[in-house]
């Protein structure tokens, strides 16, 4: 039954001229009608529609994506990743032309005079220059399909280096968050150490006067010790995020420059993300299965060719002389020949080998849908997050709030003696915890913030110019070499809304 169908698909080629084995067909996924968590009416348009230029309105944070875009080393070995992809595809392309080779050579040789038969025989000259052609004639579609897989891996490394500068701009934008964030929160562990300083001084004379007790004096140099720790410990995070940050960039480690403040950095109240379906075309992650499977299917096609005969042309033309001016007149040769080889018994070697490839486009298949269905999940609970972490923080400052109200009434109470100063103190005590609650849910809405734009495909239609326009040519890039053996060079791709898909 398989030789059958086999035979069928042979047959179809030979008469269509076109490759045997399956044509690609993008696998069907079922894309929700509207994410999960999407507030309002499902429009096309979405964030990931908008540079990050546009999106980051911090000039500090902007100039370290720059730097970034064009030093990061993972986005200067994608480039080249890229380049060695171009190559593969170009050598896989160069089946499909001639073969020519050429070849000299120069001898001096004396034959002994046993086998001659002639004594003292003189030492003779040979010069012996060929030229070969050997070419294979693509009738089934086998040197197509490998070209096809090459093409779909190397357009798959363009999706991969997408990838990369997408997380580097993420990385790089969470990364200045975070630094903010500790920056916000070294801030308010330096005002409430100052504060406990001055309490800590009050029960002290307190004590000496024999006003306060030993007790209140433990637990106001208690809070003391509690706030001035944190200080040195949100020192030694903010060396090691700038380092990190250093490094995302590209240099060695030192200072990095600040911006805007923590509390001044900008969100949108909603954000649009545009139609499920969509993400299929923006997403480089997807683009990149869709592309592996791509690849993938062509090599069911080159394990189908396999079972069929080869077909190749081979001449050759040279000459054979003890004198260079008779190489090509009477010392020349030449010869014109076209052979045909295929299998006969391989041991089930072939059989094995298509199945192989069927198991492996089927890998790549579930690859693909499991990819697909991440997305749709990434975005809605990236989208989900940005709408509840906006309440926790309503409500965060909600209680900050309160407590700093607590602490003036508490003064307040205390200098009409109204209280004892420890209610003071207590209400210090519970303010600082609430104020780093609030600096860390400010930045979790921004790392959140920065997750959407990534999972949605920040900058999907961004084409390459444009974003050297904005960030400086990659450093490290090289340009593709000229063609010199007679095939073109694979050009890059444009990039499209959907990824291209060869077909035979």
Known sequence: MRAGKLAALALTGALTGCAVGPRYERPPVTAPAETRGQIGPVEAASLADQPWWEIFQDEALKSLLQQALENNYDVRTAVWRVEEYRAR????????????????????????????????????????VNLGLSWEIDLWGRVRRLSEGALARYLATEEVRRSVLLSVVSQVAQGYFELRQLDERLAIARRTTDAFQSTYDLFDRQLTGGIASQLELSRAEAALGTAA????????????????????????????????????????????????????????????????????????????????PTISLTAAFGGLSPEVSQLFQAGKAWSIAAGLTGPLFQGLRLKNQYDATQAQFQQARIQYESTVTNAFSEVSTALVAHEKLAEVEKQQARSVAAYKQAVEIANVRYIAGL????????????????????AQTRFARLANFVVLYRALGGGWNIQDPTWKAATGSLSGAPSPPPATDGASSVPAPSPTPAPPVPRP
């Open 229 to 308: 720790a944190a200080i040195p410990d949100l020192e030694r995070q903010i060396v090691a995020q700038e380092n990190l940050l250093s490094f995302l960039v590209g240099r060695n480690p030192g200072p990095i420059p600040r911006g805007a403040a923590l509390t001044e950095q900008i969100l949108p109240p909603a954000v649009p993300a545009g139609l499920p379906s969509a993400l299929l075309e923006r997403r480089p992650d997807v683009r990149e299965v869709e592309q592996l499977l791509v690849a993938a299917n062509a090599d069911v096609g080159v394990a189908v060719a396999n079972f069929f």
């Open 89 to 128: 595809a170009g050598i896989a392309r160069s089946a499909f032309f001639p073969q020519v080779n050429y070849q000299g050579q120069w001898s001096r040789q004396r034959f002994s005079d046993f086998s001659t038969g002639v004594s003292n025989s003189a030492a003779v000259n040979l010069y012996d």
């Open 419 to 438: 209280s004892s100063y420890v209610e003071v103190l207590d209400s210090q005590q519970q303010l600082f915890p609430a104020e780093n609650a609030l």
